[in-house]
């Protein structure tokens, strides 16, 4: 299963009690509640779909749209290796 942006709202959305439609692209992460340890696990999570996913470049841009820049380039990079399809 690929990972796209609406999986990854809705992960989000999950993990801080918030519906994902709450989750705008560029809202801070953190701000809604989001901590180091439940980011951390949502990468763990999202790497089982085979991409390797490196926590500090996630830690660096804590909004859903810079999140997906960094999915959406490991799943072009994969894709490349012949690995990962990309998501929608």
């Not at 809705?10 to 560029?26: C, K, M, T, V, Y």
Request: aromatic share 6%; hydrophobic share 45%; charged share 30%.
């Amino acid at each position: 299963m690929s990972l796209t942006r609406e999986r990854m709202r809705a992960d989000i959305a999950a993990l801080i009690h918030e519906a994902p439609e709450e989750i705008g692209g560029d809202d801070n992460l953190i701000d809604l509640g989001l901590d180091s340890m439940r980011a951390m696990n949502l990468l763990v999570a999202w790497s089982k779909t085979g991409l390797e996913l490196d926590f500090s470049e996630f830690a660096e841009r804590l909004t859903l749209d810079a999140w997906w820049a960094i999915v959406r380039r490991c799943q072009e990079d994969a894709a490349r290796r012949g690995g990962v399809q990309g998501g929608a």
